[in-house]
């Protein structure tokens, strides 16, 4: 999956140079939720529950910092609530 970032970033360059953090940050973004997906298929493969969540559906909240964001806040009972609904 490494090379999945790679290729977002390689077909970015070709249509500008100045891409712009935001869209970058978009552009990003769906190679993790691949991964995401991914995991959770693997896992259900394995005979495990599994379900694909990005931060924001877990409550996970970021810095406005595009590229470089930090973790600013999270709310765990958004993690358990969907933790308990994949148990269902």
């Known amino acids: 999956m490494g090379k999945t970032t790679d290729g977002l970033v390689g077909l970015a360059s070709r ?3 100045d891409a712009g953090a ?3 940050d978009m552009l990003l973004a769906t190679g993790e939720q691949v991964t995401i997906a991914l ?3 693997a896992l259900h493969a394995l005979g495990l529950k599994a379900r694909s969540l990005t931060g924001p559906q877990v409550g996970l909240r970021t810095d406005r910092a595009h ?3 930090a973790s600013r ?3 765990p009972s958004a993690a358990r609530a969907a933790l308990e609904a994949a148990r269902s």
Request: hydrophobic share 45%; charged share 35%; proline share 0%.
């Open 73 to 75: 806040a999270s709310r």
């Open 67 to 69: 590229t470089r964001r």
């Open 15 to 17: 249509i500008t140079a």
């Open 39 to 41: 995991l959770a298929m």
């Open 22 to 24: 935001r869209e970058m």
